[in-house]
């Protein structure tokens, strides 16, 4: 592997910038100049890559007006700057080759809430699910829904004016805006608020600069009220961004938010906002109407709005098809009644009522269902309707619609679903007809497709599979976008519907018309005189000539990913596979993605941004860097593998990624081989031998476990652990013998031909328990609790000889060996496999190895599987091969009502996500109660809480989220399946919970 050296360098204006800002003292945030933390910054969901200048992030809202104040000087007149959010747009919007000021690392917070008035005061951080459910206990929410809400920044939303589901009825971003404070390039605060005629005109009056723009602004709409009017159709998804209709209107009432929401921080940059929330519906149902075809459920919504539904919801065929292969759809299709239809169902409409009492929803939904029984023969009538009205159930069908994006992106091979004109929208009424030759458009172009969305105000979102590293796809996004323009302007609608312009700005003249485009031109200069504020979008100064950017300027992620080497980017596959979708940084602590990012927040240590650095590390390596060039080996002193290797360090390998990431980005996997090469050229430090040598040293050490736990106990050894080996806290070996205590339950040497042997009837009644190297050797009563409730329970187990799984190996990038450790497993396991007795693993994170990374790494697999316990106990069960015991469980809930609260490992929980549900019907057969607790991740992790240089991060993801469960729920009620997780808990409270099996074997005793 070569030493990579890419050009680090920043311009003399940027560093002159930066560093004035940092020696005047003012800032309190941090300033990023550093190569990494740029690459992450230049792309978002969009099929956009655009490396800024710097980053900024800052802590107090004092600092953005820092910034914008030194900005403004004569001096850095050709500074310029781009807002961030949550970087999930689909449009560029936040891409530029600029300083970035991202608000989402530190100004996230609630300042205030109002519930009389109800009013809400926030920072431009916060995130649309923070906000939901800090407002949720006081009844109420911000109502504009949009699918990237779990990141998605209050910020970002008004910088794009977002709406989303229920927008009939809800409206977008800009209606819940009670006030804004907008800082302007001068550092000015700029507030907007909803005005009267009278008070525009005294604020008009002012000699400043606020009363200067606000006369300025009122000068250029008011006279031109009519034809703003006539430009622009009455639509729900009108104008977003420089919305010239609602800024002023007739009778002189301002409200120049209105202005600034959806001008991508083109004008200012959004300091502080008061949203207008409203009382949560309390009552829901949903009616799900299916069709033969996506063009009646488009034709059929007209009939449906009638209703006055919260929102129509539309998903066409493609996504159906790719939605019946899901987990999920087993239990969805029965719910949805697919299941027992004659008919294939080609498309479907969802279509939700609120209420304030279950009495007023259920008339809604009997009107509906009245209606479609009288007319099975109208035009586009559909082939058949289910209701709902349990949370449960409306939450999974809704999860359908949640999906789509991610459905899509999973579509095998090259062409990929990209977002660039998937939010088109025209008047409902229009839009079948619409679709109609959108669907022609793309079929000319031998474009495949999937199409869901609004379709009760006339918006769709579409996303065309394309190869982005073909030049040709590449060239069809100019195409389908001129035609689109053409097509949605025909039909009295936008080619931006939602998801804001960012580089589509190009197209602005098409839709406001040479002289309100000029409006624009001349609005923008009078905020932003320079162009310094995300230049290149929406509009310039009315005076300069700078061009707006064209959509296909701007360089393009499949244009660096083309320059990769074919059998680097096949190893490498789910690097260039991230769509930037941001789904890994979701903000909620209690969900299991990502650890590192949750801790660091930094985005460098997050799937996409390890996913990024990966793709740009392997396009280094083939391209080439210059590292004989001496002006950049001064700057470049770096390898820019090592900024990889610091990026991976930080991964737990937890694998939550490769279950939740909606395009499956597995990061541990490409961590093991971007480690196997980076180790080729710099030296593997002790530690990493050790943790992979573990599994095959545990069975030796623990032939004398007093001996070698005294050993690693006694001074100084646990400081030279730490110091020279990098490991500390290491876990004590259990002193039991396994062997010994099978033995003692007459459980002997394991033999092939004995298995082979058994009646039909016997192998049903019998299992084959497969070792781990952590349960057998650590954890060892967890190994004989298995063994007794199984016995207790009627089985017959045989325990194989323990083999090394070889999860360490691959975790710390030793793949030759793991390779040839996995190769050594298949034969053994595959020849047991064929006694057709079911194997069981107990450790998730070692059991899921034999069908993930086994399968990742190797072909022409013999076919058995490891279950785990709770797979294979819920489907005894299920089928009726068990009918466990009823159990009195009462003497051990003491006051609380439910006794027992399980801690899945996020390896399990994020592989298997209906691991709650079966743990709690298993615990319900046996007559007990259970509940699942939802948290983020222990901070064990394997052996990532064990290595020195992680203690920091270990304990804080600790107490993130299961420090806060761990203390209400009470140790004595902790069920845990992880190993890795009952040390760390062990670790920090003292005391080791319980296994479930633990708790289920001791009462069945």
């Given at each position: 592997?070569?030493?990579?050296?890419?050009?680090?360098?920043?311009?003399?204006?940027?560093?002159?910038?930066?560093?004035?800002?940092?020696?005047?003292?003012?800032?309190?945030?941090?300033?990023?100049?550093?190569?990494?933390?740029?690459?992450?910054?230049?792309?978002?969901?969009?099929?956009?890559?655009?490396?800024?200048?710097?980053?900024?992030?800052?802590?107090?809202?004092?600092?953005?007006?820092?910034?914008?104040?030194?900005?403004?000087?004569?001096?850095?007149?050709?500074?310029?700057?781009?807002?961030r959010g949550g970087g999930t747009g689909t449009n560029g919007q936040s891409l530029n080759n600029t300083i970035i000021l991202d608000t989402s690392k530190h100004l996230n917070n609630i300042l205030g809430f109002d519930a009389e008035r109800g009013l809400v005061h926030v920072e431009p951080g916060v995130v649309l699910d923070q906000l939901n459910a800090w407002l949720k206990p006081y009844g109420y929410f911000f109502p504009p829904a949009v699918s990237t809400a779990s990141r998605a920044t209050v910020g970002g939303m008004i910088g794009s004016d977002s709406s989303g589901k229920g927008s009939r009825i809800y409206g977008k971003t800009s209606h819940y805006i009670h006030d804004m404070t907008t800082v302007l390039i001068d550092g000015t605060d700029f507030n907007t608020?909803?005005?009267?005629?009278?008070?525009?005109?005294?604020?008009?009056?002012?000699?400043?600069?606020?009363?200067?723009?606000?006369?300025?602004?009122?000068?250029?709409?008011?006279?031109?009220?009519?034809?703003?009017?006539?430009?622009?159709?009455?639509?729900?998804?009108?104008?977003?961004?420089?919305?010239?209709?609602?800024?002023?209107?007739?009778?002189?009432?301002?409200?120049?938010?209105?202005?600034?929401?959806?001008?991508?921080?083109?004008?200012?940059?959004?300091?502080?906002?008061?949203?207008?929330?409203?009382?949560?519906?309390?009552?829901?149902?949903?009616?799900?109407?299916?069709?033969?075809?996506?063009?009646?459920?488009?034709?059929?919504?007209?009939?449906?709005?009638?209703?006055?539904?919260?929102?129509?919801?539309?998903?066409?065929?493609?996504?159906?098809?790719?939605?019946?292969?899901?987990?999920?759809?087993?239990?969805?299709?029965?719910?949805?009644?697919?299941?027992?239809?004659?008919?294939?169902?080609?498309?479907?409409?969802?279509?939700?009522?609120?209420?304030?009492?279950?009495?007023?929803?259920?008339?809604?939904?009997?009107?509906?269902?009245?209606?479609?029984?009288?007319?099975?023969?109208?035009?586009?009538?559909?082939?058949?309707?289910?209701?709902?009205?349990?949370?449960?159930?409306?939450?999974?069908?809704?999860?359908?619609?949640?999906?789509?994006?991610?459905?899509?992106?999973?579509?095998?091979?090259?062409?990929?679903?990209?977002?660039?004109?998937?939010?088109?929208?025209?008047?409902?009424?229009?839009?079948?007809?619409?679709?109609?030759?959108?669907?022609?458009?793309?079929?000319?172009?031998?474009?495949?497709?999937?199409?869901?969305?609004?379709?009760?105000?006339?918006?769709?979102?579409?996303?065309?599979?394309?190869?982005?590293?073909?030049?040709?796809?590449?060239?069809?996004?100019?195409?389908?976008?001129?035609?689109?323009?053409?097509?949605?302007?025909?039909?009295?609608?936008?080619?931006?519907?939602?998801?804001?312009?960012?580089?589509?700005?190009?197209?602005?003249?098409?839709?406001?018309?040479?002289?309100?485009?000029?409006?624009?031109?001349?609005?923008?200069?009078?905020?932003?005189?320079?162009?310094?504020?995300?230049?290149?979008?929406?509009?310039?100064?009315?005076?300069?000539?700078?061009?707006?950017?064209?959509?296909?300027?701007?360089?393009?992620?499949?244009?660096?990913?083309?320059?990769?080497?074919?059998?680097?980017?096949?190893?490498?596959?789910?690097?260039?596979?991230?769509?930037?979708?941001?789904?890994?940084?979701?903000?909620?602590?209690?969900?299991?993605?990502?650890?590192?990012?949750?801790?660091?927040?930094?985005?460098?240590?997050?799937?996409?941004?390890?996913?990024?650095?990966?793709?740009?590390?392997?396009?280094?390596?083939?391209?080439?860097?210059?590292?004989?060039?001496?002006?950049?080996?001064?700057?470049?002193?770096?390898?820019?593998?090592?900024?990889?290797?610091?990026?991976?360090?930080?991964?737990?390998?937890?694998?939550?990624?490769?279950?939740?990431?909606?395009?499956?980005?597995?990061?541990?996997?490409?961590?093991?081989?971007?480690?196997?090469?980076?180790?080729?050229?710099?030296?593997?430090?002790?530690?990493?031998?050790?943790?992979?040598?573990?599994?095959?040293?545990?069975?030796?050490?623990?032939?004398?476990?007093?001996?070698?736990?005294?050993?690693?106990?006694?001074?100084?050894?646990?400081?030279?652990?730490?110091?020279?080996?990098?490991?500390?806290?290491?876990?004590?070996?259990?002193?039991?013998?396994?062997?010994?205590?099978?033995?003692?339950?007459?459980?002997?040497?394991?033999?092939?031909?004995?298995?082979?042997?058994?009646?039909?009837?016997?192998?049903?009644?019998?299992?084959?328990l497969v070792q781990d190297c952590f349960t057998t050797h650590y954890d060892t009563h967890v190994v004989l609790a298995h063994v007794d409730l199984l016995h207790r329970l009627g089985y017959r187990v045989f325990v194989p000889p323990y083999r090394p799984n070889g999860k360490a190996m691959h975790v710390k990038g030793f793949l030759k060996r793991f390779d040839y450790q996995a190769q050594q497993n298949d034969i053994v396991l595959g020849k047991i496999a064929k006694s057709g007795i079911p194997m069981i693993g107990i450790e998730a994170s070692v059991a899921l190895t034999y069908r993930q990374e086994y399968a990742q790494r190797l072909s022409n697999r013999p076919d058995y599987r490891v279950h785990l316990f709770h797979e294979w106990l819920a489907g005894e069960i299920?089928?009726?091969?068990?009918?466990?015991?009823?159990?009195?469980?009462?003497?051990?809930?003491?006051?609380?009502?439910?006794?027992?609260?399980?801690?899945?490992?996020?390896?399990?929980?994020?592989?298997?996500?209906?691991?709650?549900?079966?743990?709690?019907?298993?615990?319900?057969?046996?007559?007990?109660?259970?509940?699942?607790?939802?948290?983020?991740?222990?901070?064990?992790?394997?052996?990532?809480?064990?290595?020195?240089?992680?203690?920091?991060?270990?304990?804080?993801?600790?107490?993130?989220?299961?420090?806060?469960?761990?203390?209400?729920?009470?140790?004595?009620?902790?069920?845990?399946?992880?190993?890795?997780?009952?040390?760390?808990?062990?670790?920090?409270?003292?005391?080791?919970?319980?296994?479930?099996?633990?708790?289920?074997?001791?009462?069945?005793?």
């Amino acid at each position: 592997m070569p030493a990579l050296t890419p050009d680090r360098s920043l311009d003399s204006l940027t560093l002159g910038f930066l560093k004035t800002l940092e020696a005047e003292g003012k800032f309190a945030g941090e300033i990023h100049a550093d190569f990494p933390t740029r690459l992450i910054n230049a792309t978002d969901n969009s099929v956009y890559q655009v490396m800024p200048t710097a980053v900024l992030q800052p802590k107090t809202r004092g600092d953005i007006n820092v910034v914008m104040e030194l900005a403004g000087r004569e001096k850095f007149s050709e500074v310029k700057i781009t807002p961030r959010g949550g970087g999930t747009g689909t449009n560029g919007q936040s891409l530029n080759n600029t300083i970035i000021l991202d608000t989402s690392k530190h100004l996230n917070n609630i300042l205030g809430f109002d519930a009389e008035r109800g009013l809400v005061h926030v920072e431009p951080g916060v995130v649309l699910d923070q906000l939901n459910a800090w407002l949720k206990p006081y009844g109420y929410f911000f109502p504009p829904a949009v699918s990237t809400a779990s990141r998605a920044t209050v910020g970002g939303m008004i910088g794009s004016d977002s709406s989303g589901k229920g927008s009939r009825i809800y409206g977008k971003t800009s209606h819940y805006i009670h006030d804004m404070t907008t800082v302007l390039i001068d550092g000015t605060d700029f507030n907007t608020r909803a005005m009267t005629a009278a008070e525009a005109k005294d604020t008009m009056e002012r000699a400043d600069r606020v009363g200067q723009l606000y006369k300025k602004v009122h000068d250029e709409i008011a006279p031109r009220r009519d034809q703003i009017k006539s430009t622009f159709p009455e639509m729900n998804r009108g104008l977003t961004g420089y919305n010239l209709k609602e800024a002023v209107s007739d009778t002189g009432d301002m409200n120049l938010s209105f202005l600034i929401a959806g001008a991508e921080g083109s004008l200012g940059m959004v300091k502080e906002i008061t949203f207008r929330v409203i009382p949560l519906p309390k009552h829901k149902a949903v009616t799900v109407v299916r069709y033969d075809s996506f063009d009646s459920a488009l034709r059929h919504v007209k009939a449906l709005v009638q209703f006055d539904p919260v929102a129509i919801e539309s998903i066409d065929d493609k996504v159906m098809k790719l939605a019946e292969q899901d987990e999920s759809w087993h239990m969805l299709g029965k719910l949805l009644g697919t299941e027992n239809s004659n008919t294939p169902t080609r498309g479907f409409n969802v279509v939700e009522f609120v209420g304030e009492s279950e009495a007023e929803v259920a008339a809604k939904q009997a009107e509906l269902k009245s209606y479609l029984d009288a007319n099975p023969a109208e035009d586009f009538a559909p082939i058949g309707f289910v209701q709902a009205t349990d949370p449960g159930q409306i939450a999974a069908i809704w999860s359908i619609r949640a999906k789509s994006v991610g459905l899509l992106g999973n579509l095998e091979g090259k062409r990929r679903a990209t977002p660039f004109v998937e939010d088109t929208a025209v008047p409902p009424e229009n839009l079948a007809d619409f679709i109609a030759e959108f669907r022609a458009l793309l079929d000319a172009e031998g474009l495949d497709y999937g199409m869901f969305g609004h379709v009760d105000v006339g918006c769709l979102h579409v996303r065309p599979l394309l190869d982005m590293m073909d030049e040709e796809d590449e060239a069809r996004i100019r195409r389908v976008s001129d035609a689109m323009a053409e097509l949605t302007k025909r039909y009295n609608g936008l080619i931006w519907g939602e998801h804001g312009k960012g580089f589509r700005g190009e197209y602005s003249p098409v839709y406001f018309g040479p002289e309100l485009y000029d409006v624009l031109r001349r609005i923008k200069e009078a905020f932003d005189p320079e162009g310094q504020l995300n230049p290149g979008k929406i509009a310039s100064p009315y005076s300069k000539n700078t061009p707006i950017t064209a959509i296909d300027e701007a360089p393009m992620r499949g244009q660096f990913d083309r320059q990769i080497e074919d059998a680097l980017r096949d190893e490498y596959l789910n690097a260039t596979r991230c769509n930037g979708n941001g789904a890994c940084f979701n903000w909620d602590l209690m969900d299991a993605m990502c650890p590192s990012y949750k801790v660091t927040r930094s985005r460098v240590h997050s799937p996409k941004g390890r996913a990024g650095m990966i793709r740009e590390w392997i396009r280094q390596l083939s391209v080439g860097t210059d590292p004989m060039n001496k002006d950049l080996a001064v700057i470049n002193g770096r390898d820019f593998s090592h900024d990889v290797y610091e990026a991976m360090a930080g991964c737990l390998s937890c694998k939550a990624c490769a279950g939740q990431c909606p395009v499956k980005v597995d990061i541990p996997e490409m961590k093991s081989r971007f480690l196997e090469t980076y180790h080729t050229r710099y030296k593997r430090p002790i530690k990493d031998h050790v943790i992979a040598s573990l599994e095959n040293m545990a069975p030796f050490l623990a032939k004398a476990p007093g001996l070698f736990n005294a050993l690693q106990s006694i001074p100084p050894m646990p400081w030279i652990f730490k110091r020279f080996i990098g490991l500390t806290d290491l876990p004590k070996l259990h002193g039991q013998s396994l062997k010994s205590a099978l033995r003692a339950r007459g459980i002997g040497k394991f033999k092939q031909a004995e298995l082979e042997a058994l009646s039909a009837d016997a192998k049903a009644k019998s299992v084959i328990l497969v070792q781990d190297c952590f349960t057998t050797h650590y954890d060892t009563h967890v190994v004989l609790a298995h063994v007794d409730l199984l016995h207790r329970l009627g089985y017959r187990v045989f325990v194989p000889p323990y083999r090394p799984n070889g999860k360490a190996m691959h975790v710390k990038g030793f793949l030759k060996r793991f390779d040839y450790q996995a190769q050594q497993n298949d034969i053994v396991l595959g020849k047991i496999a064929k006694s057709g007795i079911p194997m069981i693993g107990i450790e998730a994170s070692v059991a899921l190895t034999y069908r993930q990374e086994y399968a990742q790494r190797l072909s022409n697999r013999p076919d058995y599987r490891v279950h785990l316990f709770h797979e294979w106990l819920a489907g005894e069960i299920e089928h009726g091969r068990l009918t466990p015991p009823k159990l009195d469980n009462s003497v051990n809930m003491g006051t609380t009502e439910t006794p027992a609260s399980l801690f899945p490992h996020c390896t399990e929980k994020t592989s298997i996500p209906d691991v709650g549900v079966k743990w709690q019907k298993i615990f319900d057969a046996f007559g007990l109660k259970l509940s699942t607790e939802k948290t983020g991740c222990c901070g064990m992790a394997g052996v990532y809480g064990h290595e020195t240089r992680h203690q920091e991060t270990s304990r804080a993801l600790y107490d993130l989220s299961w420090k806060k469960k761990v203390d209400a729920t009470g140790l004595e009620n902790m069920l845990v399946t992880g190993y890795s997780c009952r040390c760390q808990v062990d670790r920090y409270e003292g005391v080791k919970p319980q296994h479930p099996v633990e708790y289920l074997a001791k009462l069945i005793a």
